[in-house]
């Protein structure tokens, strides 16, 4: 029979599609067995704990809420320790916690919320990236977040099933009082003043040259916008929206190259293709002069009272005194390329001209003809078109690199240093600094083609104004320094209202205004 058996296991061992009779059981076999044996052991303890203090309780009730509480029944009875059950076997509720005193650190896995964890996460990785993100656009992402979420993003996502206990009533934390003393209330804290992202006004100009070394746009003390189109100069009258045209090039191959108001408002400069330097009588329509001297197209001129200075693509600088018939006074000789950036200091003292050899020389209003600057600095790595003084540190100096550079330094003129840098990330074309704000508002080129206004010295972006499709070359602002107008290769103006007066400190200086109005008119009375 042994040799049937050895048969019939060699059989079952070969059929692959037969069921396994022989070996170790599945574990959810085990498992079921597991259950009805315990089952089974509970069972039967219950009645035995039931059978030996059936007698020692007082009612049944006292029975059943033992069971239910998971104590032992003698721990609620007032049966003497000695009843206790015999061998110390320990009744089947003894080793369970009761639901009512569960620890409060142990996480409540369905008050958790894991999918405000994973959101948390996810910002706060996202959260690097947005670093070059305009301070607007991050408001903005703030407020649609509170709105979206509500106070989700505020609560706890660990859930405990107990709460700490509360705090007596009347109870005040002496830390609380010392940390919170200098904190500023809700109702004294300044907020961040609004800039429109959208501009004021857009006004057409056409055949606006795209040439990066030109300076077509200048706004006048009298609220006149000169820009040159082509071979033509326009003004618009800011406050009546009156447009004339002041100026043609007899030649149609012939273009203007630059525009400069006098600080009267009276007479406009007007730099041209052909190395001519004209003036203007802009309320009799009529040119006074037209200055001859340079080798090349003049594409930067800045005013300094009665004296003009022209730059040219030759690379000289030339000084015309305006009051008399031998106007050139002056030649500095700087710079190998074209000479793209020119800005006279608001107190007089120092000359700033950018060129395309990369140079930014600084020149003394005593250097008539010189051909060594007082200082030269080559720190940027592209052409030097963006000049602009501090209106109320007249030594400071901001100065914007072309494509290769893209950054806006600053020098202090009187001792020849680099006081800061920053990397724009796009070119820059234009600077102006604001009269009302520690503020200064940058224009770019590629790729954002857009308006950086910076709180300075920090040099963190207070909001960027978008909306122009190609290079911001000029700006210009109006004579209340609170409108800047944008001129970009798209063929438009806009003007912003970036730098709007504060009410408060309007209030306040019309109130000292008219309180120093009355005291000299007490004086003239006695």
Not at 402 to 415: E, L, V
Request: positive net charge; hydrophobic residues 35%.
């Amino acid at each position: 029979m042994a040799q049937f058996n050895l048969e019939n296991d060699m059989s079952n061992v070969l059929r692959m599609d037969a069921p396994i009779t022989k070996g170790p059981m599945m574990r959810w076999q085990r498992k079921q067995n597991e259950s009805l044996l315990s089952n089974s052991m509970n069972n039967c303890s219950i009645n035995m704990s039931c059978s030996m203090n059936a007698s020692t309780c007082k009612t049944p009730m006292k029975i059943n809420k033992s069971l239910g509480n998971g104590k032992t029944p003698s721990n609620n009875s007032k049966t003497p320790k000695a009843n206790k059950t015999p061998g110390k076997n320990k009744t089947p509720g003894k080793g369970s916690k009761t639901p009512g005193a569960a620890d409060r650190f142990i996480p409540n896995r369905g008050a958790t919320q894991f999918d405000l964890g994973r959101y948390k996460l996810i910002a706060e990785n996202a959260s690097k990236d947005n670093e070059m993100l305009s301070p607007s656009k991050r408001e903005y992402q703030r407020s649609m977040n509170e709105n979206l979420n509500g106070d989700a993003l505020a609560s706890k996502i660990i859930a405990y099933k107990s709460k700490a206990p509360q705090a007596p009533e009347g109870y005040q934390n002496s830390l609380k009082v010392l940390y919170s003393q200098n904190k500023t209330p809700g109702s004294c804290k300044k907020t961040a003043r609004h800039i429109s992202q959208v501009p004021d006004r857009i006004l057409d100009a056409p055949d606006i040259l795209d040439d990066y070394y030109l300076n077509l746009l200048d706004w006048s003390v009298n609220n006149h916008l000169a820009v040159a189109l082509a071979g033509s100069v326009y003004l618009w009258n800011a406050g009546t929206g009156d447009i004339q045209q002041l100026m043609e090039m007899e030649n149609s191959e012939d273009y203007i190259t630059s525009v400069s108001w006098i600080k009267e408002g009276n007479f406009l400069a007007v730099g041209t293709s052909n190395a001519e330097v004209q003036l203007w009588d802009v309320e009799n329509t009529k040119r006074v002069r037209c200055m001859t001297g340079h080798a090349a197209r003049v594409g930067a001129l800045s005013w300094n009272s009665y004296i003009l200075s022209s730059g040219s693509r030759s690379g000289n600088i030339h000084h015309h005194d305006v009051r008399v018939s031998q106007h050139h006074v002056g030649t500095l000789s700087g710079h190998t390329q074209e000479v793209c950036g020119l800005k006279w200091s608001p107190d007089g003292k120092y000359l700033a001209s950018g060129g395309n050899d990369n140079l930014l020389n600084i020149w003394s209003a005593s250097q008539q003809s010189e051909n060594s600057p007082l200082c030269s600095f080559s720190q940027h790595l592209a052409a030097v078109k963006a000049l602009a003084w501090c209106p109320w540190q007249p030594s400071i100096l901001a100065s914007g690199g072309g494509t290769a550079d893209r950054h806006i330094r600053f020098w202090n003129c009187s001792t020849g240093n680099i006081l800061s840098s920053i990397d724009t990330k796009s070119q820059v074309c234009s600077i102006l600094w604001s009269k009302e704000y520690k503020e200064l508002i940058s224009s770019h080129g590629f790729a954002q083609n857009q308006l950086i206004v910076w709180k300075y010295p920090s040099m963190t972006k207070v909001t960027e104004l978008t909306g122009h499709t190609a290079r911001v070359l000029h700006m210009a602002m109006s004579p209340d320094s609170s409108t800047v107008v944008s001129a970009a290769a798209d063929e438009t103006l806009r003007l912003w209202k970036c730098f709007a007066p504060d009410p408060q400190k309007k209030k306040e200086k019309s109130s000292t205004v008219k309180s120093t109005a009355n005291t000299l008119l007490r004086q003239s009375i006695r």
